[in-house]
């Protein structure tokens, strides 16, 4: 996604090329610029007739048709935009809402009915223990969640339509599954992984060291060059990969439900169960629209009658073209009336799908750092100071990094998970600005102890 001023230099917003239609439309554009200009000289010797009726009623339907079509688009675009914002509302409200309910021990009472200053001196008992492990689970898994929306996005309409993906986005999907497995220990990580059905004989290489050794030394160099340009990709059916994710965090719900029998005193009362469950269905359906989005495109007929039209009309365009009105009057004004045309089309297959690595689409990698920091933020706000220790930043590569419209230097991974870095401090990344990912975690966390003790 790219963000300009629209109050800055307008110049600049001009002539910009990346990201702008005119990479897509420029041959179609120049084909037609050369035939037009060669039939302009022809009709300035030979003055052949000239019949604008028919051009004009054309010109009029097609217009009618490409604004509908652009109309749509954009519609789907904004729609996809709020289904990304809902999805990770849902999610944030609901690892909030977790971190509120969870009962816990003698630590957390402490916390819970205003005295921080206890929390330090009291010992963590077995409820207590086990409420962070209900915490630590929620964290991971709600992350992990947010982490298959973006590797879903890469692969959704080239893979599981198309049935290949090219190798950048092969490279980008790996570290997709490197994030996960920092995140799932590797039975869960396997289950995840299953379901991706991309064809790679080492494909199944599902252990940390495996993925990590892919990367170190050699992320700023892209895929290897003995990959080859696609990858086959399985269409048969099989279970996605967000509903794995998502029978994880309803059966950590469940499991910590306390009932009427007080069967599970450290954990969330039943009455709220319902809940947790519900946000995590609503992020459901935002997860479900945004897939409907991606694999259910402009309807064919539409999109192939507009680009008929389009194609005979500047095919016919020329023909019809009165000299008489002078070069000016005649090309430049026909050359100005294709170039918006092409670029109204080009606009309009753009934001029909805004999901992906492309430069216009939404920027899911921001939402995903933000929802990082924000869990580990209700991790302290619940006064759950240990369990924010369970987690340790890791530096990314510059090719992630720069792929967000604010660079991100950092990723967060489960401390018993976690691999080594895959990125030097030295490297030509965001990340190469901080410490080491392991201290600034240390900072925050020693801020948020001396914030709990009352110092």
Not at 89 to 113: E, K, N, P, Y
Not at 231 to 259: G, P, Q
Not at 315 to 341: E, K, M, R, W
Not at 433 to 454: I, V
Request: net charge negative; with cysteine; hydrophobic share 40%.
């Amino acid at each position: 996604m790219i963000v300009y001023s629209p109050d800055g230099d307008w110049l600049r917003v001009v002539f910009s090329c990346l990201g702008t239609t005119w990479p897509e439309i420029r041959k179609p554009f120049f084909i037609w610029a050369v035939l037009s200009l060669a039939y302009y000289v022809y009709a300035e010797e030979e003055h052949p007739p000239i019949n604008k009726d028919s051009a004009t009623i054309l010109g009029s339907a097609m217009s009618f048709l490409l604004i509908f079509r652009s109309q749509q688009a954009y519609a789907r675009y904004w729609e996809g935009r709020s289904c990304v914002s809902e999805f990770f509302a849902h999610l944030r409200d609901f690892m909030m809402m977790s971190c509120i309910h969870v009962h816990g021990g003698q630590s957390t009472m402490a916390w819970i009915s205003g005295q921080p200053t206890l929390v330090g001196t009291l010992p963590d008992d077995q409820f207590d223990q086990r409420a962070r492990e209900f915490r630590c689970n929620l964290a991971r898994y709600t992350i992990a969640y947010a982490v298959v929306m973006k590797l879903y996005s890469r692969i959704a309409l080239e893979g599981y339509c198309v049935g290949r993906i090219s190798k950048e986005t092969k490279w980008s999907v790996d570290w997709d599954r490197l994030r996960l497995r920092q995140l799932l220990n590797e039975e869960e990580f396997r289950m995840i992984d299953d379901s991706l059905q991309i064809k790679d004989e080492g494909f199944n290489k599902s252990s940390l060291a495996a993925l990590t050794s892919a990367f170190r030394g050699r992320h700023e160099s892209g895929p290897p060059s003995s990959w080859p340009d696609y990858f086959e990709v399985n269409l048969e059916r099989k279970c996605r990969m967000h509903c794995v994710i998502l029978f994880f965090l309803r059966k950590e719900v469940m499991r910590s439900a306390n009932d009427f029998a007080n069967t599970v005193p450290w954990g969330v009362k039943e009455r709220f169960a319902p809940n947790l469950t519900d946000l995590l269905a609503k992020a459901q359906k935002s997860f479900d629209m945004i897939n409907q989005i991606i694999l259910t495109p402009i309807a064919l007929p539409y999109a192939c009658l507009c680009k008929t039209l389009c194609m005979i009309w500047m095919i016919s365009n020329p023909v019809t073209l009165d000299h008489t009105l002078g070069f000016y009057g005649s090309y430049i004004t026909s050359a100005l009336i294709i170039l918006a045309l092409l670029g109204i089309d080009a606009i309009s297959t753009e934001l029909e799908n805004p999901f992906g690595d492309d430069d216009n689409d939404l920027d899911l990698l921001e939402h995903i750092n933000m929802l990082e920091t924000e869990v580990l933020e209700f991790l302290d706000l619940c006064g759950d100071n240990k369990g924010r220790r369970n987690f340790v930043w890791r530096r990314v590569p510059a090719f992630v990094a720069g792929s967000s419209v604010k660079p991100i230097a950092r990723h967060l991974a489960y401390g018993e998970l976690a691999g080594e870095e895959v990125v030097a401090s030295q490297s030509n990344t965001p990340a190469s600005s901080h410490r080491s990912s392991d201290r600034l975690l240390d900072s925050g966390r020693n801020d948020s102890e001396a914030s709990s003790r009352g110092k």
